[in-house]
């Protein structure tokens, strides 16, 4: 059976929480059905977290209720357990636990140790109703905007911890700061997912493009057996709580990568580029897509 790559955009949650005035709910609704029907099998719709840290996110439970009828896996982010309980409440069948392996940047992004946080996974995962799928999402698996570069024994340490209590998991490394290379991500990945502790669990990869590396990091982690991909259409991105991080890879730049190396993701090419341009136009967002800037009849 041909290995397949399937994208999971990610633009209505990593994406707009880095607007800070508010989108109107109808337009963040309308944009993951125009990202669906563009073919994207996977949308991380939002985040179940408190308003007063990421008031973007507020309108959470309505978004659910109004999309959930779509042909494609949505997914929210959930920093505690809080948000777990808020998301299966709104009906998510989906949820994607994050936390920090930097101890800095977990404490600034979730108010939590680590420590705490893999605490907080075991509870989740102890309460789940079974037909939730979860993902763990390792944040700051590269390089921390507080403390710099993360060693690699503490990536292996937080991916066996995580997957000891979630055997059968998805599991992200996360590029948080864009600051990964297409060798640290082989060299991690391939260590990650030798660990007798992951022999279960799936794998994704979390990319930012802050230093130009995004596809070709995202095609490192292929190389290397990882089969889910995050971006977002338009790069719109940018994580309020890591300074001078930017945009998420562009959807469209993968999906073209992937195309010429003859990968089928399942999506339409232009119709994402038709709602890559709509992102584009939101008030206060900051966009990086390559493809974007191409004329269109040569990015067919």
């Known amino acids: 059976m041909t290995r397949l790559p399937q994208i999971c955009e990610v633009a209505p949650r990593d994406g707009f929480q880095s607007i800070s005035e508010p989108l109107a709910t109808d337009t963040k609704i309308a944009i993951i059905r125009d990202l669906v029907a563009a073919g994207c099998p996977r949308v991380e719709i939002g985040s179940f977290v408190s308003p007063k840290a990421v008031a973007q996110m507020a309108d959470m439970a309505e978004i659910a209720a109004a999309v959930h009828d779509l042909p494609a896996r949505l997914c929210a982010l959930i ?3 809080r948000g777990a309980e808020n998301a299966v409440a709104a009906g998510i069948k989906e949820v994607c636990y994050v936390f920090s392996i930097s101890e800095a940047h977990n404490l600034n992004n979730v108010r939590q140790s680590v420590d705490q946080s893999i605490e907080g996974l075991a509870r989740i995962v102890a309460n789940l109703p079974k037909d939730v799928r979860l993902r763990v999402d390792l944040a700051t698996a590269f390089d921390c905007p507080f403390d710099g570069p993360v060693p690699l024994d503490r ?5 066996a911890r995580a997957a000891t209590l979630a055997p059968e998991a998805e599991i992200a490394l996360c590029d948080t700061t864009g600051r990964a290379n297409a060798f640290s991500v082989r060299e991690r990945f391939r260590a990650a997912m030798a660990l007798p ?3 279960r669990n799936g794998w994704a990869f979390h990319g930012h493009d802050t230093f130009g590396q995004g596809v070709a990091n995202a095609l490192a982690a292929w190389d290397v057996g990882v089969d889910v991909f995050d971006t977002a259409a338009a790069g719109l991105g940018g994580c309020p709580f890591a300074p ?4 998420n890879t562009a959807t469209e730049d993968l999906v073209f990568a992937f195309n010429e190396g003859g990968l089928d993701t399942g999506i339409d090419l232009m119709e994402l580029l038709a709602v890559a341009d709509r992102i584009a136009a939101l008030p ?11 004329p269109r009849h040569r990015a067919s």
């Open 79 to 81: 920093p505690n357990e």
């Open 244 to 247: 001078g991080a930017t945009g």
């Open 155 to 159: 990536v292996l340490d937080a991916a």
């Open 284 to 294: 206060g967002g900051v966009v990086g897509s390559h493809l974007r800037n191409v």
């Open 197 to 199: 502790e992951t022999a």
